[in-house]
């Protein structure tokens, strides 16, 4: 008798813990990277994780950044480019800079040749992406039943954080809408030899002011300067005199250097000043130099 209910003690343990296994969420180890224009100042970001993880509570967050300028969908799609040659394959991103401008504008779960995943709006942010990456599918968000609300009133945080949650969580990408052929596109100016000018323009502006280029260190190289130069930059109606450097220091404080950076472009520089905020620079900008 005693050896019947210790044989019945254990088969009720093993269902139960069969059951409680099944009941529990399942977890998973694919990460959802965040990267928005919605700053920390306020409810934006909080709301945004709060719909991810409402959607998901096992979701893996990471915040990229926050901090690309309001509406600057240049900048956002350069970092955001940057940022995915770093992460592995089977990586989850939230994309939202400029999203929800218009209601004509369409929100993609696209996923590359590197097997990432990106949820962002249709307005050229995914631009480098698709560059470097390639696209293996596309498709655009029209899936009403996922939502409690018109898909045309949701807000950027709650339409992308929900979607970029579910798919996370294992949803499948086709099954938010149908497949969509050609994603909007930036167009990327290349830099140029012209005139025995050096001709490019700016690609993103750092925290410190200083301003990446799409001019890569090969093309200075084939330009004929090389570190110790000195140069013209003509950028915003100014004339502008910078050394050839390989750090900052290698002018005095608050002169100007350009240098090729860790990423292999040009970057126009002021020792520990901004050139950006010196000159009014911004996104898209355009500028030459010569010898």
């Not at 306020?42 to 979701?59: C, Q, S």
């Not at 300028?69 to 400029?98: M, Q």
């Not at 099954?175 to 012209?194: N, R, T």
């Amino acid at each position: 008798m005693r050896r019947k209910r210790i044989l019945l003690l254990v088969i009720v343990i093993l269902m139960l813990v069969s059951v409680f296994s099944c009941a529990a969420p399942e977890k998973s180890d694919i990460p959802l990277v965040l990267l928005t224009d919605y700053g920390t100042d306020d409810y934006r970001v909080p709301r945004l994780k709060g719909v991810i993880y409402n959607t998901f509570i096992e979701a893996i967050v990471i915040d990229a950044t926050h901090g690309i300028a309001s509406y600057d969908i240049a900048a956002g799609a350069y970092v955001l480019g940057l940022t995915a040659k770093e992460f592995p394959k089977d990586v989850v991103f939230i994309a939202a800079v400029g999203a929800r401008s218009t209601a004509e504008e369409k929100s993609l779960v696209l996923t590359t040749n590197k097997n990432q995943i990106f949820v962002a709006p249709d307005n050229g942010l995914l631009t480098y992406v698709i560059r470097d990456e390639g696209v293996k599918t596309v498709y655009e968000v029209t899936n009403q039943d996922l939502f409690d609300q018109p898909i045309s009133t949701l807000s950027s945080h709650y339409l992308l954080g929900k979607i970029g949650a579910l798919v996370a969580s294992g949803y499948k990408p086709e099954d938010v809408g149908p497949s969509v052929k050609a994603p909007v596109i930036l167009d990327i100016q290349e830099s140029s030899i012209v005139d025995g000018k050096l001709t490019g323009s700016v690609v993103f502006i750092d925290h410190f002011g200083n301003c990446l280029t799409n001019i890569t260190g090969e093309t200075l190289n084939q330009y004929g300067i090389q570190s110790g130069d000195k140069v013209r930059i003509i950028i915003t109606g100014n004339l502008l005199e910078a050394k050839i450097g390989n750090t900052y220091n290698d002018v005095d404080i608050g002169e100007l250097v350009i240098i090729v950076n860790s990423l292999g472009t040009l970057q126009l520089s002021k020792n520990k000043g901004s050139f950006a905020g010196t000159y009014g620079i911004k996104t898209g900008i355009k500028f030459e130099i010569e010898k």
